[in-house]
Structure formats: structure tokens, C-alpha cells
């Protein structure tokens, strides 16, 4: 496989939105034709596999099989009810307490990877993202989670004020990142 199908094939299996072909030829460094035409030997290598890459438009995202439809959907199913794991418990805890909250001050706080845990609490519904072009990604509570609780807004929950402006974190974040940024600044 070539180094630009690899790059293909990796973003689109990270990826839980498709992406447009206007985005991939930025991200992989190519250009807009062999981009499409890497795609489209992806598509024929994948069309008989349980993960197939489909384009709708002109957006691609790698997806289960139809044939296995079910298969997966009864696994999600099952992952999407289950009891929430203690990391699970604690992101969802910092998420509430400081949301809107990016990734890279969640795994600030929490001092380890956050995606799939991430991934997980968005499938479930307890949290959603929205895009800020200066912070990327953002993740906060849904309506749904603070039904739930029997709240209506997540300044309701115990030691909220407390939690949310405590002045130690609001350091060790502001510090921490903004190194890379005055690091890019200055280069």
C-alpha cells in the first residue's frame, strides 16, 4: 500500500465524521486528483470487507458492512448501555464541572488520552461537541445528562462554583497551554 492510502486509510478509521475531499489533500500533503484516485483503489480493496469506505457526495467515512449491520449495532448497543467505567465517570465529571471543555485541557487535567472515552460518552448521548476556531473541538454536558440528574443547568450541581473557577487549575492550564503556543509563536 502506498504511503498515501495508508494516510487515507488512517484518518478515515480515526474519524467518526466523514471527511470532504476538499479537506484530505491538506492533511495527507497530496494533491486533490491523487487523493482521488488513492480513494477510489481503497474503495475497490475494502468493498468485500466487513469495513467498507463509502462516499456520499463528495465526502468519505470508513463504515461497518451492511452485512454486519446487526452484528455491530447489538455491540454498540450493548456498550452504549453498560455501566460507565471510572475514567468514563471521571471525564464525564470534569466535562460537567468545566465544560465547554477541549480535549487537550480534559487530558491536562485527567494526565492521560481521552478519546476513546470521549467517542463513548458522544455514542451515549452525555456529551457533545460543538467547534471554536480558536480551540477546536468542545465538549460539554447535553440537555439529556442534566435531565437525568433532575437539573436543569450543570452550575446546579454540588460545588459548581467551587469546581469550575478553581484558581490552581486555572493556572496549570493556562500555563501549560500556553507554552506550544508561545513555542509557535516564536519560531
Known sequence: MSTLQSKLESLL????????LKQLPDLVGADREAVGEALKTLMTEYAERGIIIKK???????????????LAQDFVREEI????TRPSLETLT?????GPVSKPELEMIRGVNCSMII?????????EETEDKQRGYLYQVTLDFLKFLGIQEAR???????LNNDENLQKLLLTTLQAPADEAASE
Open 13 to 20: 478509521f480515526i474519524s467518526p465524521k466523514p471527511f470532504g
Open 56 to 70: 456520499v457526495d463528495d465526502k468519505f467515512q470508513m463504515m461497518t458492512s451492511g452485512d454486519n449491520y446487526k
Open 81 to 84: 448501555t453498560g455501566e460507565l
Open 94 to 98: 470534569v466535562i460537567a464541572y468545566r
Open 119 to 127: 467517542r463513548n460518552l458522544l455514542m451515549r448521548g452525555l456529551i
Open 156 to 162: 446546579q450541581l454540588p460545588d459548581f462554583d467551587k
